[in-house]
């Protein structure tokens, strides 16, 4: 079955240093990524879709990646504050096979350091 | 423009009785789905409606869930009767018909009912 996995540790890092974090997929090949941000006490909010043709989005300080050879992506947040803490999700997307079900990765949390 | 809505947000049940979540999802969404996330665990889809009708019911766990979207409007999820393995955050989302959304399925979720059962 899909499996996609986040690094479950969290991330802490200083703030205006670049955050990276990944996320691996095994058993499917998605034609797109998507990528949100969750604050404790409220639900997902989308942050970025990447298609696999694209190999890399950028949104202001936000980075995406797509290897569909490692089958991995890589999220990169630019000069980062505090008030990027919160924990990233990416989903495989599979609009591209009529379904919408987005399948979620754990998160990982991020804190940026004053 | 008001997002997706849900009712409760909290909601603490025993086991065996009954409970009901309401979504409100964003005007002119004919897409709504249900997530949910038990403790520890990763966010999982439960199910997908377009309008009234259910497209997808695949992650629906068993027979003691029922959603209905009546009108193709709000929707509701029923858990009866309740267990303990029911606990966790449920999170209703809705999104654009796909000739609306340039072919995105950006979705847009709502906070969550976070549902105990004891």
């Known amino acids: 079955s899909q499996k996609i996995e986040q690094n479950s540790e969290a991330l802490n890092i200083q703030e205006g240093k670049t955050a990276t974090l990944t996320c691996n997929y095994t058993?499917?090949?998605?034609?797109?990524l998507q990528w949100y941000r969750q604050d404790p006490g409220r639900g997902p909010v989308f942050l970025l879709l990447?298609?696999?043709?694209?190999k890399e989005k950028r949104k202001e300080r936000l980075k995406v990646t797509f290897d569909t050879t490692l089958k991995q992506s890589l999220f990169h947040i630019t000069a980062s504050q505090p008030a990027d803490s919160a924990t990233y999700l990416c989903?495989?997307?599979?609009?591209?096979?009529?379904?919408?079900?987005?399948?979620f990765g754990s998160g990982t949390r991020l804190q940026v350091q004053p | 423009e008001a997002g997706v809505t849900q009712f409760p947000s909290h909601s603490v049940i025993e086991k065996g009785q009954t409970v009901t979540l309401r979504c409100d999802p964003i005007s002119g969404h004919d897409n709504l789905y249900w997530y949910r996330r038990v403790m520890g665990k990763e966010i999982k889809f439960l199910l997908h409606?377009?309008?009234?009708?259910?497209?997808?019911e695949s992650g629906m766990p068993n027979n003691r869930f029922l959603a209905e979207r009546t009108g193709g409007t709000y929707s509701t999820l029923k858990v009866q009767p309740a267990e303990l393995e029911d606990s966790g955050v449920y999170f209703c989302?809705?999104?654009?018909?796909?000739?609306?959304?340039?072919?995105?399925?950006?979705?847009?979720f709502g906070p969550g009912t976070r549902l105990t059962v004891l």
């Open positions: 989302a809705s999104s654009l018909p796909t000739g609306l959304a340039g072919g995105y399925n950006e979705q847009f």
């Open positions: 058993n499917y090949s998605p034609a797109y």
């Open positions: 409606f377009v309008k009234e009708s259910k497209q997808d």
């Open positions: 990447i298609r696999e043709n694209e």
């Open positions: 989903a495989l997307d599979p609009i591209d096979t009529g379904r919408r079900a987005l399948t």
